[in-house]
């Protein structure tokens, strides 16, 4: 299958199919020199089908987890590309998870004002999000995603049969990304995560359905300067709380945690069902006052206010802008 996501110049296919991988050099343009950055999380089989593909190649393996989503992280991306004698016509490839494509995809959109990107991603979260869309970054004093740029691929590949290799809670830390695409876009979407029979027999219609979504969306608002902003739902509330919990939460299961509070109240039970059914957490120990700091420092954030998403009936979104301390005082009230 192919989702197309039209940007005119700046445009790329989204190739969604089992066994994907091992036809990498059937669908990316590897006869040069590619920079493969992964995490020691990922399988080194994937990194490696990848590398055997092209023309010149080194494989960097960096630790797994958001902390190598860093400036020191990026510096060594970087030299390693000048090591490579990489230029102009070369390019980066991103085999693994939200944390690689957003360190590797910056990477490539600044080396050189900007080289050559192809995301591979192997987790759910990934294939069903952050791989499409252009958005790459690395946080900075714990500040999430705080330096970053704009970057489209050239090409997204996704290899449905490497999501065998993920434990329960990466699988449910993926649906977080889908559950949020359906309550903002599309309730029969929201219908098929609650009731499917089984949610890992749903998944590739779950990864298509939540795909062509993002894709819509991207054509329409490419650098997120107003619908895109629908894609944040949750995100709000959610990265402050992976800031608060210090990396003891990951991040689909924080902006889960995100998007109970977000919603009108008559929905939060249902809400909240699904996620538990996904495998989701409903409920953490961060407080107000912990959670404070992080979102006054949100990159969403303009003159002391953010442009939240809220929900009111799913598959329908309205932005609202809210001061720090109004959706400080939704986190508060999220149970009543």
């Keep these: 299958m192919v989702i197309s996501v039209s940007l005119g110049a700046q445009s790329y296919p989204i190739l969604l199919e089992p066994g994907a991988l091992a036809r990498a050099g059937e669908h990316l343009s590897l006869d040069r020199r590619v920079l493969v950055v992964t995490d020691s ?56 998870g939200g944390m690689v494509g957003d360190l590797a995809g910056f990477a490539a959109a600044t080396y050189m004002r900007g080289v050559d990107f192809y995301n591979i991603p192997t ?10 869309g252009g958005k790459t970054a690395i946080d900075l004093d714990g500040v999430k995603n705080a330096v970053g740029a704009f970057h489209q691929p050239r090409a997204v590949l996704i290899d449905t049969d490497v999501l065998r290799t993920l434990s329960p809670r990466q699988t449910a830390e993926g649906l977080a990304e889908s559950v949020k695409m359906a309550m903002t876009c599309d309730a029969s979407l929201l219908s098929l995560i609650e009731t ?56 689909g299961e924080c902006v889960a945690l995100g998007m109970v509070p977000m919603c009108a109240p008559p929905l939060r039970p249902r809400l909240t069902a699904i996620l538990q059914r996904c495998g989701l957490p409903t409920e953490c ?4 006052g912990q959670l404070r700091p992080y979102l006054l420092h949100d990159k969403k954030a303009a003159s002391g206010s953010v442009t939240a998403v809220l929900v009111d009936e799913p598959g329908t979104f309205r932005m609202e802008t809210m001061t720090p301390e109004e959706i400080l005082r939704r986190w508060e009230e999220r149970n009543a």
């Design 123 to 132: 987790t759910l979260l990934a294939q069903v999000d952050s791989s499409v």
């Design 41 to 96: 999380g990922v399988p080194q089989e994937y990194a490696q089908a990848i590398a055997s593909r092209c023309r010149q190649s080194r494989i960097c393996t960096l630790p797994a987890g958001e902390s190598s989503k860093s400036m020191d992280s990026y510096h060594l991306l970087l030299r390693e590309m000048l090591r490579l004698h990489m230029d102009r016509g070369d390019c980066v490839a991103a085999v693994g």
């Design 285 to 288: 120990g961060c407080t107000a």
């Design 196 to 251: 499917a029979s089984n949610l890992t027999a749903a998944l590739p219609e779950i990864i298509a359905r939540s795909l062509r979504i993002k894709a819509q969306v991207v054509e329409q608002d490419p650098t997120e300067r107003g619908l895109r902003r629908v894609l944040n739902f949750g995100h709000t509330l959610g990265h402050a709380i992976e800031s608060c919990a210090g990396g003891e939460l990951l991040h």
